[in-house]
Nanobody
Framework: VQLQAFGGGVVQPGGSLRLSCEVL????????IAWFRQAPGKERERVAC?????????DYADSVKVRFTLSRDNSKHTVDLQMNRLKPEDTALYSC??????????????????WGSGTLVTVSS
């Protein structure tokens, strides 16, 4: 599988952006997909994860709960991250990664995941 992330940009605090992780060559529903971010000088953080296991669910980091929402778009083969009420501390390189669909988000292994490209999000006035 190949993944491609896009949708990043520069936005003012309080603004919104929508990131997309496109699954290439295979069907998006064959994978559990997670979004990660890494800010300069900081460790990588998992932001959100979507799985279809057990009927489907989303898992969010406490830092983004309520503000960020994950959704799948089968017509576009993407898992989208809608980011609202953005803060300067959301500034980071955002990347998506996948594991096979039978893994729940709690079992998501970064070491065994397939990683896509990153897209830069800058929140600044």
């Amino acid at each position: 599988v190949q993944l491609q992330a896009f949708g990043g940009g520069v936005v003012q605090p309080g603004g919104s952006l929508r990131l997309s992780c496109e699954v290439l060559k295979f069907h998006v529903d064959d994978y559990t997909i997670a979004w990660f971010r890494q800010a300069p000088g900081k460790e990588r953080e998992r932001v959100a994860c979507n799985t279809l296991v057990g009927g489907g669910s989303n898992d969010y980091a406490d830092s983004v709960k309520v503000r960020f929402t994950l959704s799948r778009d089968n017509s576009k083969h993407t898992v989208d991250l809608q980011m609202n009420r953005l803060k300067p501390e959301d500034t980071a390189l955002y990347s998506c990664a996948s594991v096979p669909k039978y893994y729940h988000c709690a079992e998501f292994s970064e070491d065994r995941a397939t990683w896509g490209s990153g897209t830069l999000v800058t929140v600044s006035s």
